[in-house]
């Protein structure tokens, strides 16, 4: 009996499949009753030949750690999470593009939506690394969004009195601003300080 599908992705002690099936190989072991179980976070191989069941780990964090601060571009927003990718840590751009998620305000339970827009640039900390998947935060005064996008045409949007304002197409949106200076956002994006 097969539990995950190959490739599937399994969490620490998680029944992978029983050991009649396949044996247990890299990052497994047996548990009670001859089911295989995995011993880290990552995806499900399957060796057919061989008749071994391997988890190959989710590549190691050592580059993100907790409290960090991350630049990240967002991709999809819904009510109670977003989907972003981090292309800085620590204003050092990363050779590989992350994917994180951002965690919703527990004290505020604000709907996302009101908060960040897909193309937009924030600026979040890292606040947990369970299972190898990246949760961030955004609720700090210093953090949050830094180059919000408008939602209908694409282009900055920019601020007028308490909204944020399209001066392309006037569409006004909400956001959850972060309380930085251009000179901070321009190290960011440079990954190091401006000279003079
Ligand atoms: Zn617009």
Redesign the pocket.
Known sequence: MVYVEDGGFVTPGQPICVAEEYYPGLNTKIFRDNVVISTKAGFVNYDRSKRIVNIKPVKSLKDINLGDRVLAEVKDVQEKIAIVEILAVNMKPLKHKRTAVILPNIKTKQDLTECIGVGDLVIAEVVTLFSGVIGLSIWKNELGSVLPI??????P?RRKDKTLI??????KEKRKLAYIGVASLDKWLLGKSLPG
């Open positions: 408008c939602s209908k045409c694409g282009r949007l399209c001066f392309k197409c006037g569409n």
